[in-house]
């Protein structure tokens, strides 16, 4: 099956830094999709991207399809300590009934 | 936030023991996922359905099976639970499939001693 490589695997990064964290597929996707994660609770929807070259801004949050259709990116501006937690990305096929491939996830800690 | 329950929150259960969780959404959605979730690793598809009685396998179906007797509910079965389904479990819908996103339960952590 597909394989999505997520990288960092984890960051510790200061109050107000910038955060890049990417994610690398074998295959193309059709959509490309960006989660987070808080302790003990479900993946929330941060940014989904539709398009290759798309770029997305949500808030301090700005995520891009890459225009080979096997990655994306996602950036935080600024951090601030509710920014922790674990970001995932997802992989789509349009045909496949929703389907999504996750990456490891990518684990924030910012010191205040 | 999408209306999306899941029973138990918890569970410790012994080696051999059937085990069925419970995802209740309120939203009226088409399309409902089981993922499981263990550390380090990111949400894998257990299986999911696209609509009472119609359900599909996912990447790590071995062990695991479901049922959609209605559009609300969704369950997940151990037949016989090992320490290898040890996970957290979280239920997901989404209202067209392609094309729509998911929204994710709380999960369930299942613990099989």
């Known amino acids: 099956g597909q394989q999505l490589n997520q990288s960092p695997q984890s960051m510790f990064i200061q109050e107000g830094e910038d955060v890049s964290m990417n994610c690398t597929s074998s295959s193309i996707f059709n959509t490309w999709l960006w989660y987070k994660q808080d302790p003990g609770e479900g993946p929330v929807l941060l940014i989904a991207l539709y398009k290759a070259g798309e770029l997305t801004s949500n808030g301090r949050l700005t995520a891009q399809f890459g225009i080979t259709r096997k990655d994306s990116f996602l950036n935080i501006s600024a951090s601030i300590p509710s920014d922790v937690g674990i970001y995932f990305c997802?992989?789509?096929?349009?045909?496949?009934?929703?389907?999504?491939?996750f990456g490891d996830g990518t684990t924030l800690t910012v010191k205040p | 936030d999408a209306g999306i329950t899941q029973s138990p929150r918890h569970k410790v259960t012994e080696t051999g023991t059937p085990v069925t969780l419970r995802c209740h959404q309120t939203?009226?959605?088409?399309?409902m996922y089981w993922y499981r979730q263990d550390p380090g690793h990111g949400l894998r598809l257990i299986h999911y359905?696209?609509?009472?009685?119609?359900?599909d396998k996912g990447e790590v179906s071995d062990g695991y099976s479901v049922s959609r007797s209605k559009t609300e509910d969704f369950l997940l079965t151990l037949e016989s639970a090992t320490s290898s389904q040890t996970s957290v479990y979280f239920c997901?819908?989404?209202?067209?499939?392609?094309?729509?996103?998911?929204?994710f339960g709380p999960g369930t952590r299942l613990t099989v001693t």
């Open positions: 997802a992989g789509r096929f349009n045909t496949n009934a929703g389907k999504s491939t």
């Open positions: 939203e009226n959605h088409r399309y």
């Open positions: 359905s696209y609509g009472v009685k119609d359900t």
């Open positions: 997901a819908i989404s209202s067209a499939g392609s094309g729509d996103e998911q929204y």
